[in-house]
């Protein structure tokens, strides 16, 4: 049973508009959301997080949504560069259950074509 | 200054024989966690220490995969008659942690385990 899902594998976007990456969840006791970045042959680095507190967070060109409601959140990419292409994992955590483990969605690949 | 770093960075293994994965944390970090990523997927959890203690291996596929961070820093993830389903990115991330709500993890590389 996945906890955490990314419904889109992929998503291909033209440069300088918009990107938007879906994340749904099922576990109600998350309450710390992520997302990263990964490039080929490379481990995963870390891009904007939020908390369960907020409904929305903002760094630069990236912004994360969430919709505690309906169980969703989103991270918007504004404007979308080339060098924003790689998979993009949606990340979850229940700190209440004190060990902040991460559980991961299966990623959405976005390219930002020039 | 630096940041997770793991060794190998790829392994090839025959199958049955045992192999061990390095990962040094930030420094600092009391929080060290274990994920193990197969082909098109995301990471998954295998194991947490806080310091030197092992809180969590509930992630553990099976007996023959075995974690350790004897001294609270560096850790070595062990994984004895290895089989070719362990074939797989195997993850290190650490963390302060902060209290209360929620901690980033920062990740190295990876180990990229083939087994044949």
């Known amino acids: 049973d996945q906890q955490v899902k990314q419904n889109s594998p992929s998503l291909s976007v033209q440069e300088g508009r918009i990107s938007i990456l879906n994340c749904d969840y099922t576990n109600s006791m998350f309450d710390y959301f992520l997302w990263y970045k990964k490039y080929p042959a490379e481990g995963p680095t870390f891009l904007i997080s939020?908390?369960?507190?907020?409904d929305k967070n903002e760094d630069g060109r990236f912004t994360v949504f969430l919709n505690k409601s309906a169980k969703h959140l989103s991270l918007h990419i504004v404007p979308s560069q080339p060098g924003d292409s790689a998979v993009y994992f949606c990340?979850?955590?229940?700190?209440?259950?004190?060990?902040?483990?991460?559980?991961f969605g299966k990623g959405t690949l976005l390219t930002v074509n020039p | 200054g630096a940041g997770v770093s793991q060794s190998p960075r790829y392994k090839v293994a025959k199958r049955g024989q045992d192999v061990a994965l390095r990962c040094d944390p930030i420094?600092?970090?009391?929080?060290l966690f274990w994920y193990q990523q197969a082909l098109g997927q995301g990471p998954e959890f295998l194991t947490y220490f806080q310091n030197e203690a092992q809180l969590d291996k509930s992630g553990l596929p099976s007996d023959r995969f075995f974690a350790e961070r004897p001294e609270g820093s560096v850790s070595t993830l062990k994984i004895q008659r290895t089989q070719q389903e362990d074939s797989a990115v195997y993850l290190c991330a650490s963390s302060l942690p902060t209290s209360g709500r929620g901690d980033t993890q920062y990740f190295g590389p990876g180990t990229r385990l083939t087994v044949l």
């Open positions: 939020i908390s369960s507190i907020k």
């Open positions: 420094s600092g970090h009391v929080s």
């Open positions: 990340a979850a955590s229940d700190s209440g259950g004190s060990n902040y483990k991460l559980t």
